[in-house]
């Protein structure tokens, strides 16, 4: 294989989006652990929030943007995100993805929780991530110098004199390789399979943030962690997302008494912010199920949700005939590697975007809609300022060293993961304590010991489970306070100025 200049570690809209901007600048490679297709990005439904419609749409985009994320929103990012977004957008269309249009041609709009208006593109109904990453897959493929190598898993990064030169990665084969670049982009995603319920597929499990700590990167803002608050909640079933966008267009909450009570939680109802509708749904469930409710709605729902109504016509349920039982799961990671608004983190050579990163544009809660545009914004400006990045790419070395054998039974290893969501879902979810945290905290502890050594690409994600967990939980304790989607049931109130926590080499700080 010949030397490539760039790494991306991530296929999804952030790792593509920056791979077709760097192509210009150098030869790519764009590796992921899995197939090329199987990413969060795919698995999106509602849509992209994003400002059409000119200057007033622009600057209440940013207000909502800010609204939702409770004091911690860097500004200056969410501006970049939402002045840049319709740039952003304009080109994902010029590159043949396929949004869904009226009768007239008109790009369709729908809402959803904690924003002012419709702004929220969408495609084919309710598969809007898997168009995106179809369009951009099509188009990356077309560029000759990007290569895309799938069932490629990066194992650690590699750091000379403090700078990221390159990777170790396990290829499909089995064998290790290593690749020297001029920098490395992190796009591999968020870490939802930390809980064990979440709306993430199995790719989720936060490796690039894992290996950007063990690097010496920050961390930032991880605590903040989103509970999505309708996933199916059928005993045996995954946790389907039960898409915002079903509330968007008319969807009730009620409780096992058919009662609708989002109005005891806030006056926005069933658009009320996502960590507002989560908590109201858990407290509602002591009672007994919670359902969402559109029986009263008239649009024709399996048109306009075909993924969600195929998902339940398994179950034998239909959106405008059924309640459809409903509970929160995990589904996004404010938090990640700390960057600038160029993707740059703390460790020189390594850049990070997407929901690996943590520009701060989310705060302390993301608002619906707005992570597909932040990968889409920040991959891109992470891409113009790697190509700045001086220094030669270089043959890789290392070609065709077999994986050590399997020090451990796979079993026990399924079962050791199995044992350290749980607990995070028990110890460090919707709701915490410092009670639960501290023994969340000791059993991630004694976790340690069992943790595997080798390089399966199993066994890797196990490794950055545990890291990871280990930092959210601590930087949880360390948030003696409730803001957006940390919510302290022993520390309810707000600190009266809101501060960013920063992990990096095992210390924790407030700023
Ligand atoms: C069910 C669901 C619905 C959602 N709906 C919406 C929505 O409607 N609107 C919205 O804005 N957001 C939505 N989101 C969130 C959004 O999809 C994600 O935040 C976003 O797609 C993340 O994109 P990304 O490029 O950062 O990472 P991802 O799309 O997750 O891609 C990560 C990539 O990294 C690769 N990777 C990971 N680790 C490694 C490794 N060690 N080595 C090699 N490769 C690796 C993976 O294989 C994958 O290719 C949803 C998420 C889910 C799960």
Redesign the pocket.
Known sequence: MDGFEFLV???????LSAAIRLAGRGRVLV????ALA????A??????AVAMGGDEDVSLHLSDTVAAGDGLVNRQAAKMLVEQGPKRVDELLAWGTGFDRGAAGELLRTREGAHSLSRILHANGDA??REIARSLLKHARGIPVITLMED???VELTVEEGRVVGALLLGADGKLFSVRVRAVLL????A?QVYSDT???A??TG??IAMAYRAGAELEDMEFYQFHPTAFAKEGAPRF?M?EALRGEGAWLVNAAGERFMSRYHPQLELAPRDVVARAITREGLAGPVYLDMRHVEIDLAARFPGISAFLAKYGLKLNRDLIPVRPAA??LMGGIKTDLHGRTSVPGLFAA???ACTGVHGANRLA?????E?LVFGASAAETMAEEQGAGTQDKGVGKTAPPVPVDPAALEVWIAKLRKLMWEDAGLLRDGDGLRRAQGRLDGMIRGCPRGVTRRE?EARNLLTVASVMVESALGREESRGAHYRSDFTGHWPVAKHSVMAKGRLRFQ
């Open positions: 570690v991530g296929g999804g809209i952030a790792g590796v992921t652990k899995d199987e990413s969060n990005t698995y999106a439904q509602g849509g992209i809007t991530g490629t898993t990066t796009a591999s995603g968020g939802g709306t993430n597929p790719v989720a490796d690039g997302l898409s589904h996004y997407g929901e690996a809609s707005n992570s597909l545009l990968g890797v």
